[in-house]
């Protein structure tokens, strides 16, 4: 269950309420429609943070499709209490057809999970039919976040990060080396993608308090810097 949707009045909730504001805001020339969360090394919060901000998104009206983009470590379904079965996959590859892989989770909350896991996961989130497929889904939801493997061991979540409006990338408080930060953050525009921010996620409490939520500029590009405290 996620913290915003346990504890919608929780200083976690409010974070990503600030969050959805920001990612609102975040592009005035090019609105956020599909979004990427990834991050730079295995377990610093990805799925997590990608589900809570669909749930944020969608608890504020808006139609919001979570896709699970992690072919190789498939979880979200774990997180919204349900079975993967067909998903992703069986749609790229034609052994399934979309409406039936869409799962109504919530109100306005959809999610599509990953499926049968493939031999090739890079080859089919990099393919024609993936692009196709994000731009017929970005016709019918608000909001299209994709929960992604992380960027340093594997390619997937460049491939997708080119494709989305946005991309945020989820820094573990006090796990996460600035230097992988800084490859990740180099990786992603190296493809072009267009970094809207860093989520500094599991920071503590005590220290945080007077800063929780929207901190501040990051270097000297235009993301931002979000805290969650707890998931
Ligand atoms: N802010 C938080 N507070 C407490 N526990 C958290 C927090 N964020 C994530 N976790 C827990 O940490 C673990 C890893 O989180 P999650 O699965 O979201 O990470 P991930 O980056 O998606 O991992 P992977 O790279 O394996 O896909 C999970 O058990 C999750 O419940
Ligand atoms: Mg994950």
């Known amino acids: ?71 190789r470590k498939p979880s979200v379904h774990y997180n919204f209490f349900i079975t993967n079965g067909e998903g992703l996959t069986d749609v790229l590859v034609g052994n399934s057809d979309l409406k039936s892989v869409i799962k109504k989770v919530d109100d306005s909350l959809f999610l599509i999970t990953a499926g049968t896991v493939p031999p090739n996961p890079s080859e089919i989130l990099g393919s024609h039919g993936m692009k196709d497929l994000l731009e017929e889904l970005a016709v019918n939801f608000d909001y299209i976040i994709l929960d992604t493997p992380p960027v340093l061991p594997v390619t997937d979540a460049l491939l997708l990060a080119a494709k989305a409006d946005g991309t945020l990338i989820v820094v573990k408080s006090r796990v996460t080396k600035e230097k992988m930060v800084k490859e990740t953050y180099d990786k992603l525009i190296d493809v072009r993608a267009n970094v809207i921010g860093t989520v500094l996620n599991g920071c503590d409490k005590s220290i945080d308090n007077k800063y929780y939520g929207y901190y501040g500029d990051f270097k000297k590009h235009k993301e931002k810097k979000f805290k969650i405290k707890r998931k």
Request: with cysteine.
């Open 1 to 71: 269950m996620f913290i915003t949707k346990k504890m919608p009045k929780s200083l976690s909730a409010e974070a990503y309420r600030s969050l959805r504001t920001s990612i609102k805001f975040s592009s005035v020339d090019r609105p956020i429609k599909t979004l990427v969360v990834t991050s730079s090394i295995m377990g610093e919060g990805k799925s997590t943070v990608a589900g809570n901000i669909a749930n944020i998104l969608s608890q504020d009206g808006a139609r919001v499709l979570m896709i699970d983009c992690d072919l």
